[in-house]
């Protein structure tokens, strides 16, 4: 193939290149002068925009974690730990903890589960959430029955006169009964004894027991016991009585009634045995004692036969304190219980010391876990 002379085109001359230099020269220094501004142009990660920058992102990321949080066990100002769905497959739920030391300058922390904390966010100056909860109070409504605890009857003196202190030697013959009168509340449903206290003293051995009972009064008007008592015996050991005549408690179980019609009792208290050293029961004589509406007897055949005669009942008493309680009828009571839900929670967030550099924004948590409130 042939070319022709027009075609062909000899290469620069020595004069074209020299003239060519100073322009691509120009060329080159324009190219290095925008390359220069562009890297300028670039934040270098100290400038205040940046710290704005990043405290937004740190701030953002933040919400997003405590968007989804189960429960949050820690809730300080300046520290904050919760729980989210699990991330790992592992079943377990992630522990999350964003923390500050309140130190300008000191960073802020991020400890995810077991793992050391590590450095979250350096030289902040300003670290803080605020919680808002929300307050639900629930009502419910049970049945309940009162139970009013009482003193049920006593004696001590007459009309601050005690009279002489006199004593009756107990045991499996020798028993002492102190009818009395029980004011039944408007209301009540069931009556339980629950506690006597006697006078009592045990002869040098103190190995014997004393037994004591609530029978109801017979309605004969003799001011004597029944056969049967109420519930079983209270056991007042030997062993829990001195040789000096002191109060001593009885306290009994399963002594409970319903027929709140009856109201007139007696106290019945036996010796255990036949000891030679007897447990020993105080009362307080006094001749001209006044009519009291209770009345002491004693017997010394186990019941077949009862002393004072009717014209002396009112000189003698022991002296006691009887304890009960009364079920009063059912009502419905309502139960008022306050609950706390965590709803959502702002964040300030500010690095460096420059007012100006604070940045806030607000996390909505999804499930609003119950939390307790001081």
Not at 92 to 110: N, V
Not at 271 to 287: E, N
Not at 338 to 351: C, F, N
Request: proline share 6%.
């Amino acid at each position: 193939m042939k070319y022709s002379t027009a075609q062909l085109r000899p290469a620069f001359t020595l004069v074209e290149a020299m003239a060519a230099l100073p322009v691509a020269a120009v060329i080159v220094v324009g190219l290095a002068s925008a390359v220069v501004l562009a890297g300028r142009a670039i934040p270098a990660g100290t400038a205040p925009g940046e710290a704005v920058v990043r405290g937004y992102q740190a701030a953002d990321q933040f919400a997003g974690e405590l968007h989804c949080a189960l429960v949050v066990p820690v809730r300080a100002p300046t520290a904050v730990e919760f729980l989210v769905p699990d991330r790992d497959a592992d079943g377990d739920s992630e522990s999350i903890r964003y923390a500050w030391s309140g130190t300008p300058g000191d960073p802020l922390t991020r400890k995810y589960n077991s793992f050391a904390p590590e450095t979250y966010l350096e030289n902040v100056h300003e670290f803080q959430v605020d919680y808002v909860i929300r307050d639900v109070l629930d009502t419910t409504t049970t049945v309940v029955t009162p139970t009013v605890g009482v003193e049920l009857a006593y004696f001590e003196d007459w009309g601050g006169f005690a009279g002489a202190a006199s004593e009756l030697a107990l045991n499996a013959t020798n028993w002492v009964s102190q009818y009395i009168t029980i004011s039944i509340p408007a209301g009540a449903t069931k009556l339980t004894f629950t506690q006597a206290k006697l006078m009592l003293r045990n002869d040098l051995l103190g190995i014997a027991d004393v037994l004591v009972g609530i029978y109801p009064a017979r309605t004969d008007g003799s001011y004597l016991p029944e056969a049967a008592p109420v519930g079983p015996d209270a056991t007042i050991y030997g062993t829990d009585m001195s040789l000096i005549t002191t109060w001593v408690d009885a306290y009994f179980s399963g002594v409970t009634t319903n027929d709140l019609s009856r109201t007139k009792y007696c106290i019945v208290v036996k010796g255990s045995d036949a000891f030679i050293f007897p447990s020993v029961l105080q009362y307080q004589y006094w001749k001209s004692a006044p009519d009291n509406g209770i009345v002491q007897k004693w017997t010394s055949n186990s019941g077949a036969t009862w002393d004072p005669t009717a014209s002396s009942h009112n000189k003698q008493d022991i002296r006691f304190h009887l304890y009960g309680t009364f079920d009063l009828a059912p009502v419905e009571q309502e139960t008022v219980t306050a609950r706390h839900y965590l709803t959502s929670a702002d964040v300030t967030v500010r690095i460096g010391s420059d007012p100006s550099l604070q940045v806030r924004t607000s996390a909505r948590i999804l499930n609003a876990p119950e939390i307790t409130v001081p």
